[in-house]
């Protein structure tokens, strides 16, 4: 999967969201994008194992016919030529598989669901502690994290918020980035997204007099 790109323009967009949502609250956004939670390669290899064990089956029931085949094509025909076909075609099945494995559209239906969400969630926590949202003043810290292959959003928000905003609230924003994942128009929903987040935290958390910003605007985008 290529790398994610953003343009500064659509990267301005992003981080004037993430201040306009902050003036209004207490409260620190953080944005994180990765393009995979995870490489899955054991499930890729997995299934191109799988598929090249299908085809030797399936070809076995022709070997009479590969068989004469090989005996027009070769000058002095032996059984190793038959073992030789096998071999590398099996193999040859097996690289290719494996290769369209690692397109984002087949590795969601190889992998299974359960795991992608567990990956995940796992690299979402680990971001949230790496880039300091766990550590806010008041813990009114939240982070939306974007795992592009994965197309799942997970919006983590620290003890302070989560004891007063329902889970239901996010949900319903983390459904919305979704969409923009899907309809290609990322940029656009995330915004909204932001300035929803804004708009809840506001309710719990005004802005208060000297307030501070602890976290950074911009969107960070991780290459692991």
Known sequence: MSKIKFSNEEKEKIKASIKEAESKTSGE???GIIKESD???????????????????????????????????SWEYSSHYLLMFY??????????????????FIDR???PKSVLRYKVNQRAV??????????????????IFISYLERRVELLADKGISEKIPQEKWDTIVAHIIEGIKSNQLVRYLSESIRE???????????????????GDDIQILES
């Open 29 to 31: 956004i953080a944005g």
């Open 39 to 73: 490489n899955y390669a054991v499930y890729e290899l997995t299934f191109a194992v799988f598929i090249g064990l299908a085809y030797f089956i399936v070809m076995l029931f022709f070997t009479h016919s590969i068989e004469e085949s090989i005996k027009k094509m």
């Open 87 to 104: 071999g590398f075609s099996t193999f040859l099945v097996m690289a290719i598989v494996y290769l369209l494995a690692n397109i984002p």
């Open 109 to 111: 239906l190889i992998v």
């Open 126 to 143: 680990r971001y949230f502690l790496e880039s300091g949202v766990y550590n806010t003043k008041d813990r009114t810290g939240v982070l």
């Open 197 to 215: 987040c804004g708009n809840l935290l506001a309710e719990q958390f005004p802005i208060q007099p000297g307030d501070v910003n602890e976290l």
